[in-house]
């Protein structure tokens, strides 16, 4: 396990955590909301996230983008409302949930027909994803049932054996996990840092 500790986006050692990643690893890495546990859509690199959290194959995994456009290609349709609340929320901590692109892997899903999709306001967890040039599932790197992690130590108590990197930028700002929206019914899934009347408000 390699632990750099790094403050700011521009830091080039980030550039080796991204080509890790692209070659199958999994990676802690910071978040606004809380740390997270970062790979690619590959199956090398999803099987790796499933094991080292416990994680039920039944429950979905968030994808990370740098945009709008990069979430259109997971997505097989990407709403006007998507479109709005990205507008207003993103880069930050809401999670949209759209129709699913053919060919997304089940595992990212859950053989479900949606996915989730946030762009990062972390700097460095949004500078990841462009270093990569593709999608990233961002999942809190903690062990199924156990509390999401704020800090990189936290999450390398419960993970450490299971990593290649840890990115250690200090405490999350929010230390929450992202309002997970679904644009489809219009209903909030899960409460976090963005508030409903937030939500309503961008809609109008």
Not at 41 to 68: E, M, N, T
Not at 143 to 148: F, G, L, V
Request: proline content about 10%; hydrophobic content about 45%; aromatic content about 6%.
């Amino acid at each position: 396990m390699i632990w750099m500790r790094i403050s700011d986006a521009g830091d080039p050692r980030l550039n080796e955590v991204a080509d890790a990643l692209k070659h199958g690893e999994i990676a802690i890495v910071p978040t606004e909301t809380v740390y997270g546990l970062a790979c690619t859509l590959h199956p090398d690199g999803l099987l790796k996230v499933f094991r080292a959290k416990g994680r039920p194959q039944y429950k979905p995994l968030i994808v990370g983008v740098d945009s709008a456009r990069m979430a259109e290609s997971v997505a097989s349709f990407w709403p006007p409302e998507a479109q709005r609340l990205a507008d207003a929320f993103w880069p930050g901590p809401l999670s949209l949930v759209v129709p699913k692109a053919d060919g997304l892997p089940l595992l990212v899903t859950a053989g479900g027909d949606t996915v989730a999709v946030r762009a990062p306001e972390h700097p460095i967890a949004f500078k990841l994803i462009q270093l990569v040039g593709e999608p990233l599932v961002l999942t809190s790197a903690n062990r199924t049932d156990s509390a999401p992690p704020q800090n990189a130590p936290e999450a390398v108590e419960q993970l450490a054996l299971c990593v290649e990197y840890v990115v250690d930028a200090g405490p999350s700002p929010h230390g929450i996990a992202s309002t997970l929206y679904d644009v489809g019914p219009g209903r909030t899934l899960r409460q976090g840092v963005i508030t409903e009347e937030q939500i309503r408000s961008a809609l109008r």
